[in-house]
C-alpha cells in the first residue's frame, strides 16, 4: 500500500468513525425516556387569594400565549416534518410564587385539544414545569398554541418558551418560541 493509498485509508476509516458516532448520538438524544411525575401542587380557591395574615389579595391575572409547531412543511405543502415539543413554564423570581389556573392545548383551527390542569397548581421561587408534545402526536398542527392563565400576589416576570426538535435523515435541529402576552378580563 502507497503512501496515497495510506492517506485515503485513514480518512475513509475517519468519515466512518464521524459517520458512526454521529449516528449514535441521534439514537441516543432520540430515545424516550421515562418522565418522572412531579408532584403539582395544588391550590383551592380559598388558598389562592389569602395571605399568610389572613387578609385577602387581587392578583394580577395575566394569560400567555406561546406557539407550538408540532410540525413543519418540508419541502413542499403535502410533506411534513413531526417534531416533539416542550413547553416550558419558569417562575424567575427569587421570593415569589408562580399561580397557573389553566394550561390547554389548541391546534390549527383553534379547536381545544386538551387541558393539563384541571385545578390551580403553582411554581415555588425558581422551579420549573414542562410538558412534553410527543412526536408522533399530529393533533396540533403546524398552528398549535397553548394558552396559560397565571396570577401572581405581586408583578412576576416569569418564562414561558417552547422548544421543538426535529430530524431529517441524519440532519438534527431545534428552535424555541417565546409567550407572549394576550389580554384577559377580570375574573
Not at 466512518?16 to 448520538?25: C, E, K, T
Not at 401542587?41 to 387581587?58: A, F, I, M, S, W
Not at 385539544?113 to 403546524?142: C, F, H, K, N
Not at 426535529?166 to 424555541?176: D, K
Amino acid at each position: 500500500m502507497n503512501t496515497y493509498d495510506k492517506g485515503n485509508f485513514f480518512i475513509e476509516k475517519s468519515v466512518r468513525v464521524i459517520a458512526s458516532i454521529i449516528l449514535l448520538v441521534t439514537i441516543v438524544a432520540s430515545c424516550k425516556r421515562p418522565t418522572e411525575e412531579k408532584p403539582v401542587k395544588v391550590l383551592d380557591e380559598h388558598t389562592l387569594n389569602r395571605r399568610v395574615d389572613g387578609t385577602t389579595v387581587d392578583p394580577l391575572i395575566k394569560q400567555v400565549y406561546v406557539p407550538i409547531y408540532s410540525d413543519i412543511y418540508n419541502q413542499t405543502r403535502d410533506t411534513r416534518t413531526l417534531l416533539t415539543a416542550t413547553l416550558s413554564i419558569r417562575n424567575t423570581s427569587l421570593k415569589d410564587s408562580l399561580f397557573i389556573t389553566t394550561i390547554d392545548y389548541y391546534n390549527t383551527g383553534g379547536d381545544l385539544v386538551r387541558s393539563y390542569i384541571d385545578q390551580a397548581i403553582y411554581l415555588r421561587p425558581m422551579e420549573s414545569i414542562d410538558y412534553v408534545i410527543e412526536q408522533q402526536d399530529t393533533s396540533g398542527g403546524s398552528g398549535a398554541n397553548f394558552i396559560i392563565d397565571w396570577y401572581s400576589k405581586r408583578p412576576l416576570n416569569p418564562l414561558f418558551q417552547a422548544v421543538m426538535v426535529g430530524g431529517l435523515g441524519a440532519q438534527a435541529f431545534s428552535f424555541t418560541t417565546e409567550g407572549i402576552d394576550v389580554e384577559v378580563g377580570q375574573p
